[in-house]
């Protein structure tokens, strides 16, 4: 699954504060866009074989202390736009640091990821664009507000896994209907 476990800059993008209707009552809600710069490593947190498919190992290397061939560092198309990833997950946690840490941080819990477009670099890196959906209280989205287009430091945690392919992994695969024989 795909989350920030260590805690990253990325940019606030934008924050746009707005009301769902969970059914008759309205509850604050609001949609973070955020952008964060990583490891094109983290590819492989949404689809196993991603940054492989994307990235090849770079041909000259000879400007690094200690070149690695084996390191996939150079994008394999380069004519390649951003694209978008057909991808959503719920029940995230995102943590973002205010200062002090601890109880400054502002946690936003039950939150949904999703509208994840990826921009391959040059250098190995990647450039994730992705919204969360979260229910901030009044004090935190005044807080966020404020914090728009400015750099943010956050943790994006995944659920704990609710199936045993979810464990290792797997994709959950699709229901079948069961088969049932015809009569004549």
């Not at 380069?78 to 840490?101: C, H, N, V």
């Not at 009044?138 to 807080?143: A, L, M, P, T, V």
């Not at 979810?166 to 695969?173: A, D, M, R, V």
Request: net charge negative; charged share 25%.
């Amino acid at each position: 699954m795909f989350e920030i476990v260590n805690a990253q800059p990325v940019k606030l993008a934008n924050y746009n504060p707005r009301s769902e209707k969970h059914g008759k009552q309205h509850k604050p809600a609001a949609d973070l866009m955020i952008e964060a710069g990583m490891s094109a490593s983290a590819l492989d947190l949404l689809q196993p074989g991603l940054r492989e498919s994307l990235y090849k190992a770079a041909e000259d290397q000879a400007d690094l202390v200690e070149p690695d061939r084996n390191a996939l560092t150079a994008r394999r198309f380069q004519r390649m736009s951003p694209f978008a990833w057909g991808w959503e997950g719920k029940g995230y946690m995102l943590t973002i640091d205010y200062g002090l840490g601890g109880d400054s941080n502002i946690e936003l819990d039950d939150c949904t990821v999703k509208d994840v477009r990826i921009s391959p670099q040059e250098g190995g890196t990647v450039l994730f664009k992705f919204r969360v959906v979260a229910h901030p209280d009044e004090h935190d989205s005044g807080i966020l507000t404020h914090r728009i287009q400015q750099e943010i430091t956050i943790t994006l945690r995944a659920p704990a896994p609710q199936t045993v392919g979810e464990l290792f992994g797997e994709s959950p695969e699709p229901q079948q209907e069961p088969e049932t024989e015809e009569q004549d």
